[in-house]
């Protein structure tokens, strides 16, 4: 609220106002402005220049000008090559490697798999790419309250054409890496309604791609259905997915588009706070 100042006899009284606020916005202003550089930087994936960068941040040369001289200084960017191109510098890397460092995926994900599974009613798994034998292992699960339900030993792996985790993991991969992994490991039916055609299984995963997420129809076990999304690493890569799994009874037909849009969710939400992003 404004203030009367005592004046002398003669003068108008004038208001009082607080003479840091121009201040204190501008930092703020100077500060979010900085930050925007830095992500147009990164998103560059290399070097940009400075008319193109203030160009996409919609600000003046002389102003985009001055915020980078100013992160220069303290080594987050840098000038290269002869028309001066800026890049993201050493002391970026050394803060962002510390969350690198920090980041603990259990402890990010498990309160989200507890809330997946009340929303869905359904047991919620965590999965991880196992690169050196190219399977998917569950590494942690929030079981229903369900007397019938899906229970899955921790530590457990899944058929990477069979499983929602595995067919997540495998709609990532391209057609070369796919047909080598197809010749190595082989389409062993588990149930009647295991896709062991690869010209079949390549369509689900086009399928899937567009969809962003995968569906397990009683593939690998009878009367059993599974909806999994992948979660992407600061490489853009897929190195986990969250699956929901559940009997047919209750992930009915007119369920799965409902589910797949909370598994696409939560593994969104896992990746921004792992500090990934999706290919």
């Known amino acids: 609220m404004a203030t009367t100042v ?33 992500e147009l930087i990164a998103e560059a994936h290399g070097s940009v220049a400075l008319t193109d960068l203030a160009q996409q941040a919609g600000l003046p040369n002389s102003t985009t000008h001055r915020l980078l001289s100013t992160m220069q200084q303290q080594g987050f960017v840098q000038q290269v090559g002869d028309l001066g191109l800026w890049t993201i510098a050493s002391h970026a890397f050394f803060v962002g490697s510390s969350f690198l460092q920090s980041r603990n995926l259990l402890a990010i994900v498990h309160p989200i798999l507890r809330r997946l599974m009340e929303d ?66 082989g389409l062993h039916s588990y149930t009647p309604h295991t896709r062991s055609n690869p010209n079949s299984l390549k369509e689900e995963l086009a399928h899937i791609r567009k969809q962003g997420f995968s569906f397990d129809d009683e593939e690998h076990a009878l009367g059993l259905r599974c909806i999994a999304a992948c979660i992407y690493d600061e490489h853009q890569e897929a190195f986990a997915a969250i699956s929901i799994s559940g009997p047919v009874s209750r992930i009915t037909d007119d369920r799965v588009i409902e589910i797949g849009a909370l598994v696409i969710k939560a593994a969104k939400e896992v990746t921004l706070a792992y500090g990934g992003r999706h290919s």
């Open 120 to 185: 869905s009613g359904e047991t919620v798994n965590l999965a991880v790419l196992d690169v050196s034998d190219f399977q998917a292992v569950i590494i942690d699960q929030v079981q229903c309250t369900q007397l019938m339900r899906m229970s899955a030993p921790i530590g457990g792996k899944l058929p990477m054409h069979a499983s929602g985790a595995g067919k997540a993991f495998l709609s990532t991969v391209s057609d070369t890496h796919l047909v080598e992994l197809l010749h190595k490991k």
């Open 6 to 38: 005592p004046v002398k006899r003669g003068k108008k009284p004038r208001t009082a106002t607080p003479a840091t606020t121009p201040a204190a916005t501008g930092q703020v202003q100077s500060l979010q402005r900085g930050l925007r550089l830095l």
